[in-house]
Nanobody, 125 residues
Framework: QVQLVESGGGLVQAGGSLTLSCAASESTFNIYAMGWFRQAPGKEREFVAAAKWTGGSTYYADSVKGRFTFSRGIAKNTVYLQMNSLKPEDTAVYYC??????????????????WGQGTQVTVSS
């Protein structure tokens, strides 16, 4: 069982930056990919970014491309989401997720097996 814990959310003005962290438990040997999703009130959970656990290409939603950066920590059990040039429409609860295998892509919640509790990001105009 993989446990994921997000941190780093908060309130920021439009144009500002935040960095989210997701720490995975030590039982990470069966993780294939990690992803970030977000969910705004009244909306479905949507893909933000993802990458294979062992490295390689990183995938981004068009809405965040060029502003957000997905990265892995030196400790290799932590992933980050650096968010720059934040907009009010980025306001949402952000979730970290992990998958145990490739299921045809990275962009859908059903591809992932483990989820963190979420962290709130609020961007004021």
């Amino acid at each position: 069982q993989v446990q994921l814990v997000e941190s780093g959310g908060g309130l920021v003005q439009a144009g500002g930056s935040l960095t989210l962290s997701c720490a995975a438990s030590e039982s990470t040997f069966n993780i294939y990919a990690m992803g970030w999703f977000r969910q705004a009130p009244g909306k479905e959970r949507e893909f933000v970014a993802a990458a294979k656990w062992t490295g390689g290409s990183t995938y981004y939603a068009d809405s965040v491309k060029g502003r957000f950066t997905f990265s892995r920590g030196i400790a290799k059990n932590t992933v980050y989401l650096q968010m720059n040039s934040l907009k009010p429409e980025d306001t949402a609860v952000y979730y970290c997720a992990a998958s145990r295998g490739y299921r045809g892509g990275y962009g859908y919640p059903q591809y992932y097996d483990y989820w963190g509790q979420g962290t709130q990001v609020t961007v004021s105009s």
